[in-house]
């Protein structure tokens, strides 16, 4: 499994506050199968403001860190990366992609996504970079309407859906939210989200219940496959998900095909 996005760089944003717990989350990660993951420190203008020096000499304590403990899970660069107007200079100019690939993981407002935040995304498709939506379940408007993550999908921003939110850590809403999404097709990851503050369970969860909900295949493409993509620069389908609607004897029933 990899994870695409977690805060286990400690001491630079509202995630670890300690090399000793990244280290130990880190242990946790990889006895569970974790193979890869993107370290995706917060990076929001104003707030969690730092330099890509620091960032750098940061993941590379906790890698040699790692390495001292014996681990041999793979760690890479990654940010977490606030939408806001001008972001896209920041992206080109601190290289703020997930390790050396296109691919970039995006947040914004939780109260709802802004009426501009198409206009901020939109540089980033025309400079060649490929955007995640992290955490889309959270978002007050897609929570009100799950639809509009489909209007994502049409308009080539990949989204993430955080494993807690699959076992109703974040609430009852979140969780439905969560699962529409997943169940549709319009989710490419599920990854942690993890700020080191409780143990490291809610991905291996998720994966078992979507396996048992909907099916293996569907667990390993957002698991493992789509995730191993953005590395390998493999083709990652904005739309993998069919529904095909048969008629028989006036009552209509359904099914879904997934294609990887």
Sequence with gaps: MIDIHCHIIP?????SNGLDKSITQLENMERGGIKKVYLTSHYFRGHYYYSRAEYDSKMN???????QA???????????????????????AKNLTLGDSPYVLIES???GLP???YDNVYPLLRAGYKPILAHAERYVSIMKKPGRVRELNDKNIYVQT??????????EKVRQTA??????????????????RGEYRAMFDAYELISDRIDEHTANLLCKEFPAAIASEEKIPYSYVHIHTLRKHHHRSWFRSIFG
């Design 70 to 92: 014996g681990l041999d899970i793979c760690l890479q660069s990654g940010f977490e990366i606030f939408i806001q107007p001008g972001i896209c200079e920041d992206i080109k």
């Design 109 to 111: 407002e939780l109260n």
């Design 11 to 15: 001491n630079i944003d509202d995630g």
């Design 162 to 171: 955080n494993a807690g939110a699959l076992v109703g850590l974040y609430g």
């Design 115 to 117: 009426s501009d935040f």
């Design 61 to 67: 304590a906790l890698a040699q860190a790692a390495k």
């Design 179 to 196: 699962w529409t999404i997943i169940e549709n097709g319009w989710s490419h990851f599920v990854a942690s989200d993890d700020h080191v």
